[in-house]
């Protein structure tokens, strides 16, 4: 699959304000969580085009938090109307990226939001909803000392690959030992399926591009690996380039957001 990164980010950055204008607060549940699924991926491919074609890491975290903001503000919002939250598992890249950002707080203000429950009506798969409560602990416990053992232990039972609930454990455990060679075996199997989806003709471009090079859960992992003080050897891994893994210096404002819920802190 050829793709042409730089119309990508012009597509989302014109669907972007559009979006923002037309999402409003009294729009019926299903359709307003599709607009800001969309709105969360055009921030997305903004963010992966700007470090692919340009190299910039501060626009990159500054989208990816646009994209987890967003989504917080989604499940606010949906809270405050008694509806049921979206899937967990649809929130997971902009979970994964705000992580990946080290944007701690808003990290923790999606994080504690997620659906406590699989979706199993809107076609969420059990190990789909696992992994995702399973990361959303993972960043509860990283900033607040929450416990997450239950959440990896229903990871466990409905993995079909040991390498998702040992990174888990590793990551609570503090266990370099562990975690690196999970994490190998996780970045095999994430580029096993990223090449095989690359040579189908199946996938959107718009809801793929921004995955095709990188991934955003393996930076996230490594995220929290550091903050978590595990000794990480000076690797380079595919899919993880070393400009998505700089400090985020460039405080995000808050900007770009529809118009639910409540705001945030920057």
Known sequence: MEIDFA??????????????????????????????RELCRCFVNIAAATLLLEGRSQPFFLNLCRAAENWRRLLVHLEQRQQPPPPASWGLTPLAGVVAAGHWELATRVAERLSAHRRKEEGEYAVEFAWASALGGLVLHAARGEDPTSRI???????????????ARALVDGDSAAFLPAFADAHALHEARTEKL????TQREDRF??????????????RLARKRGLDLPAERHHYCPPLAQAPMTEPYQG????????????
């Open 153 to 167: 232990q229903e990871l466990a039972r409905v993995s079909r690959e040991e390498c998702w609930p040992t990174l």
């Open 7 to 36: 119309l990508l980010r012009e597509n989302a950055g014109a669907a972007v304000p559009v979006l923002i204008s037309h999402i409003a607060p009294d729009t019926e549940r299903d359709r307003l969580v599709e607009e800001v």
């Open 198 to 201: 690359a040579r189908g003709f």
């Open 209 to 222: 591009a921004a995955h095709r090079y990188l991934w955003f859960e393996g930076l996230a992992l490594l």
């Open 255 to 266: 900007d770009w957001v529809a118009r639910l819920g409540q705001s945030s802190v920057t």
